[in-house]
């Protein structure tokens, strides 16, 4: 059975930083793109950024590129989201979340095993 636990949320000032953690478990971790999204109060749930299984490749939502970096330790079963210059717009629940397939190409949907969310707030 797949196990994603996110930590690493909190309250920060705008401009601050944040590092996200997610560590999965339960399937052969380095065979399975890894992603973040987030939910905001009263909206939809949004795609940020994705890193392919081999680590080569990544995506990432038009809104944080530039401020947030996705990155693996596929030794330590571990995908990060490294957050700087953040926003309050930012403010959301993030999710990790881990591809369906094996070998996938990297993408904003078939996620199919998500955490259970770590709070980020954003004050200004």
Do not use: H
Not at 13 to 35: D, E, H, I, K, P
Not at 46 to 71: H, L, M, N, Q
């Amino acid at each position: 059975q797949v196990q994603l636990v996110e930590s690493g949320g909190g309250l920060v000032q705008a401009g601050g930083s944040l590092r996200l953690s997610c560590v999965a478990s339960g399937r052969t971790f380095r065979l399975y793109n890894m992603a973040w999204f987030r939910q905001a109060p009263g909206k939809e749930r949004e795609f940020v950024a994705a890193i392919r299984w081999s680590g080569g490749s990544t995506a990432y939502a038009d809104s944080v590129k530039g401020r947030f970096t996705i990155s693996r330790d596929n030794a330590k079963n571990t995908v990060y989201l490294q957050m700087n210059s953040l926003k309050p717009e930012d403010t959301a629940v993030y999710y990790c979340a881990e591809d369906r397939s094996a070998y996938g190409s990297l993408r904003e949907d078939g996620y199919a095993y998500w955490g259970q969310g770590t709070q980020v707030t954003v004050s200004s």
